[in-house]
């Protein structure tokens, strides 16, 4: 593997939390403004959705195995409670990022519309159409975008504590 800048995480390791961020930030809006667009391109706008979602499960479980093949660079010195909320909201993303777009394959699956990966490549659904259980995927799934949507806020509020207050090298881990 490369060498890497000592307290920093893994380039690869970089590399990943960044795109997924930029997509989580294209995925997100783009699922919340279906409902309000017209019907005549609501299609197009579901694809992008769900295709580019489908990407993050890719990339975040990915990441995950980068994660524990990697070394964790260790935090600056801050409070316990800093530390634990640190830990707690990185993991909590890690898991609501990959457990939503999950529940969103499902949820599109048992609605009865199975997955055609940009339009261009159909995926494989472990389930069929399903009245009983597309409800319960699409909850999931609706009420994980409104927690991925607090945890990102913890986790940019929490960047920024770091960066502005405490002047501290935090965010030099990863970028």
Known sequence: MPPYVAGAFHPVAKGFHWVVAALVFFVWPL??????????????????????GFLVLWLMLARLCVRFLTETPAKPPMPVWQAVAAHGTQWALYLALIVMPAS???ATNAHGFPLEWFGLVPVWSPIDKSDAWAPVFSAVH????????????????????????????TLHRMI
């Open 142 to 169: 609706y009420w994980l975008s409104w927690t991925i949507l607090a945890l990102v806020c913890l986790h940019v509020l929490g960047a920024l504590y770091h960066r502005v207050i405490r002047r501290d090298d």
């Open 31 to 52: 699922g919340f403004v279906i409902d309000f667009v017209k019907d005549d391109v609501k299609t197009s706008f579901y694809l992008w959705h769900e295709s580019f």
């Open 104 to 106: 969103g394959f499902l």
